[in-house]
T-cell receptor, first 119, second 113 residues
Framework: GAVVSQHPSWVICKSGTSVKIECRSL??????MFWYRQFPKQSLMLMAT?????????EQGVEKDKFLINHASLTLSTLTVTSAHPEDSSFYIC???????????????FGNGTRLTVT | GQQLNQSPQSMFIQEGEDVSMNCTSS?????WLWYKQDPGEGPVLLIA?????ELTSNGRLTAQFGITRKDSFLNISASIPSDVGIYFC?????????????FGSGTRLSIRP
């Protein structure tokens, strides 16, 4: 099945620094990837839709200048948390699905997430 | 925006019992998905539903896509310890594989051995 790899699995950074999280589709090309954030004991909240070769689409309330998304290739999307603060500490999860020419109704497959802790 | 109401929030049952959880929405979804998430990991797809009224099984799991397209349920038969975790329903807005999905609030399942 489709495999989505996320790196790093966890990261600790100091307040004010930036952190980059990578999301890769390992055995397929994903023109669209999605970034979710999950706080403890809460559900997954969609942050943005990452589109290969174009600007990401952000959900309401998500700051695009703080959460920079780059989808430069069909297998890689990156999320950079800029000037991180303790309130940005969360579990960030990316997802992707097979392209329509392979599986029109392919559901989203998720990476294993990145635990970000900002001190 | 669209919201999914998932219930129950948590369940604490005896091993071997059957489990049932459901999701409802005020708006229509074209796909319904059920995921399980273990601590510190990403969600893993259990069952995907694409057609109103569809009933699909995956081992001891059975899920149905409500005919109104506004609800779905997941049943787990004869629960075992490895069923412990958080179960999320998710609704997809379009048939396109690139459509975003919205998650329910989750059902935390705990099992007494």
């Amino acid at each position: 099945g489709a495999v989505v790899s996320q790196h790093p699995s966890w990261v600790i950074c100091k307040s004010g620094t930036s952190v980059k999280i990578e999301c890769r589709s390992l055995d397929f090309q994903a023109t669209t990837m999605f970034w979710y954030r999950q706080f403890p004991k809460q559900s997954l909240m969609l942050m943005a839709t990452s589109n290969e070769g174009s600007k990401a689409t952000y959900e309401q309330g998500v700051e695009k200048d703080k959460f920079l998304i780059n989808h430069a290739s069909l297998t890689l999307s990156t999320l950079t948390v800029t000037s991180a603060h303790p309130e940005d500490s969360s579990f960030y999860i990316c997802s992707a699905s097979l392209p329509p020419d392979i599986s029109y109704n392919s559901p989203l497959h998720f990476g294993n997430g990145t635990r970000l802790t900002v001190t | 925006g669209q919201q999914l109401n998932q219930s129950p929030q948590s369940m604490f049952i005896q091993e071997g019992e059957d489990v049932s959880m459901n999701c409802t929405s005020s708006s229509i979804f074209n796909t319904w998905l059920w995921y399980k998430q273990d601590p510190g990991e990403g969600p893993v797809l259990l069952i995907a539903l694409y057609k109103a009224g569809e009933l699909t099984s995956n081992g001891r799991l059975t899920a149905q896509f409500g005919i109104t397209r506004k609800d779905s349920f997941l049943n787990i038969s004869a629960s075992i310890p490895s069923d412990v975790g958080i179960y999320f329903c998710a609704g997809g807005e379009r048939y396109s594989s690139a459509s975003k999905i919205i998650f329910g609030s989750g059902t935390r399942l705990s099992i007494r051995p």
